[in-house]
């Protein structure tokens, strides 16, 4: 496995695959890597749908706007993932929101979908995270029970071609030391 930094630094979102299958085991050792994912007080909020079956991502291409560059990645990808979460857990105690935004549940699936995307990305596979679609078209093709919501969809497989890095801002540029 490679160093940490260097897949930080080389992780790229991927909207190209082959065809190549991802197998269960790959698959496996990706989403171990969410079930290792911190999260509010362990609340673990995420349940992801590993979605192969062309007609269900067909229904999921039909919420992504064509405009939306990861439209053609929905079909291409041989696995979607999506990332889903419970609502009202993650943030919460004793059944009251305990934070100033509410449900934490954002805060932990980023963390989930960054995890995902690193151990995918250091296992040679390439992902990107989407979040511009209908979700509720999504929650419906998903089946989605009450109480869940889909957050993202990440598209995964062995990319074609990876784009070079965007520029960075410089950390001085973003660090402030005791106050703004």
Known sequence: MEDLMTI???RR????Y??????DEILQTILEAVQWTPSWANTQCWEIVAVKDPKIKEQIQKAVPASNPV?????N????LALCAKLGTSGYYKGMVTTKFGDWFMFDLGLAAQSLCLAAHSLGLGTVVAGL??????????????GMDNVALIPLGYPTKAPKAPKRREISEFLHFDSF
């Open 8 to 10: 930080i630094k080389q």
């Open 71 to 75: 439209f053609k990645s929905i079909l």
């Open 133 to 146: 679609y209908e979700h509720d078209k999504v929650n419906a093709a998903l089946n989605l029970p009450e």
């Open 18 to 23: 082959s065809d190549k299958e991802v197998s």
């Open 13 to 16: 979102s991927i909207r190209n």
């Open 77 to 80: 990808a041989p696995v979607v």
